[in-house]
């Protein structure tokens, strides 16, 4: 069965850090882009961070830039995201997507052509 499954959501005080995961199944990543999304009540989807399937290029969006990292771990076909110095504003549910080569990440964080996509983790930054 072909899925993404994130974890590593929760509750956290602002300043603090969660990584989140997107693990594959049934696929392997290795030929894909993988993006990061996230999406709070009555607002728009918005793409977080996106990473390229070859040289790992990366996009951030502006409001997660230098907090936020992206990193890909091939081997155990999983992608992370590590969210430092977490805001209120940071709340959400974040979901990853996929999605094949020749995605480049900027393109994917903004405009994902893809229908695989994980069913979300909720993350809250409240104190």
């Known amino acids: 069965q072909v899925q993404l499954v994130e974890s590593g959501g929760g509750l956290v005080q602002p300043g603090g850090s969660l990584r989140l995961s997107c693990a594959a199944s049934?696929?392997?990543?290795?030929?894909?882009?993988i993006g990061w999304f996230r999406q709070a009540p009555g607002k728009e989807r918005e793409g977080v961070s996106c990473i390229s399937y070859s040289d790992n290029s990366t996009y951030y969006a502006d409001s997660v830039k230098g907090r936020f990292t992206i990193s890909r771990d091939n081997a155990k076909n999983t992608v992370y995201l590590q969210m430092n110095n977490l805001k209120p504003e940071d709340t959400a549910v974040y979901s990853c997507?996929?999605?094949?080569?020749?995605?480049?990440?900027?393109?994917?964080?903004?405009?994902?052509?893809?229908?695989?996509w994980g069913q979300g983790t909720q993350v809250t930054v409240s104190s």
């Open positions: 997507a996929a999605e094949g080569r020749p995605a480049g990440p900027f393109r994917l964080c903004i405009l994902p052509l893809t229908d695989r």
């Open positions: 049934g696929f392997t990543l290795d030929y894909y882009a």
